[in-house]
């Protein structure tokens, strides 16, 4: 089974500062990642595929980088609805995600 | 509007079986892959089973031998069937469809399934 690892755990961010989260898998994925935005009472929300590419509709502020096993998610500049848990997915083989990080209000 | 809507979630004793559903709108069950995905209270996603557009089903270990997906493609309706059901079991059940590329979108909304005494 593919370990997927984020960090950190919680992070602490201004509106309108920029956030930056982790994700690392235990063996190489290439490219089959994906990035989920989670609010309190909802479902995920599918935000990046493919490493980097934005689903329809999340904003540009939202970008995502990586390859192998070290991937980022970017938030630019923190908006009040951008205040949740982020999960990243591998599809390599089969599905696992990672333990989420939280983004809060500094 | 694509829409999933999960349905049969409830308090359940240990031992006991329950089924859920996925009625999609806009979605063809069918023609796509779709799978669960279940959240433990205040933890996080794990995968639980896949169904192929051409029917081979697949489970995590952790529901291997007691859970069955299946879909009704009349009814445009996903299943899952949960037998033997634990304490570990507990949590919000999600449906979601699977892309030709293999991430997860659309997702319903959740049905919770407690298992307790």
């Known amino acids: 089974e593919i370990v997927m690892t984020q960090s950190p755990a919680t992070l602490s961010v201004s509106p309108g500062e920029r956030a930056t989260l982790s994700c690392r898998a235990s063996?190489?994925?290439?490219?089959?990642l994906a990035w989920y935005q989670q609010k309190p009472g909802q479902a995920p929300r599918l935000l990046i595929y493919g490493a980097s590419t934005r689903a329809t509709g999340i904003p540009a502020r939202f970008s995502g980088s990586g390859s192998g096993t070290e991937f980022t998610l970017t938030i630019s500049s923190l908006q009040s609805e951008d205040f949740a848990v982020y999960y990243c997915q591998q599809y390599n083989n089969w599905w696992t995600f990672g333990q989420g990080t939280k983004v809060e209000i500094k | 509007e694509v829409r999933l809507v999960e349905s049969g979630g409830g308090l359940i004793q240990p031992g006991g079986s329950l089924r859920l559903s996925c009625a999609a709108s806009g979605f063809t069950v069918s023609s796509n892959y779709m799978s669960w995905v279940r959240q433990a209270p205040g933890k996080g996603l794990e995968w639980v089973s896949v169904i192929y557009s051409g029917g081979n089903t697949y489970y995590a270990d952790s529901v291997k031998g007691r859970f069955t997906i299946s879909r009704d493609n009349s009814k445009n309706t996903l299943y899952l069937q949960m037998n033997s059901l634990r304490a570990e079991d507990t949590a919000m059940y999600y449906c979601?469809?699977?892309?030709?590329?293999?991430?997860?979108?659309?997702w319903g909304q959740g049905t919770l399934v407690t298992v307790s005494s």
């Open positions: 063996q190489s994925i290439s490219s089959d």
């Open positions: 979601a469809g699977v892309t030709s590329g293999n991430w997860f979108d659309p």
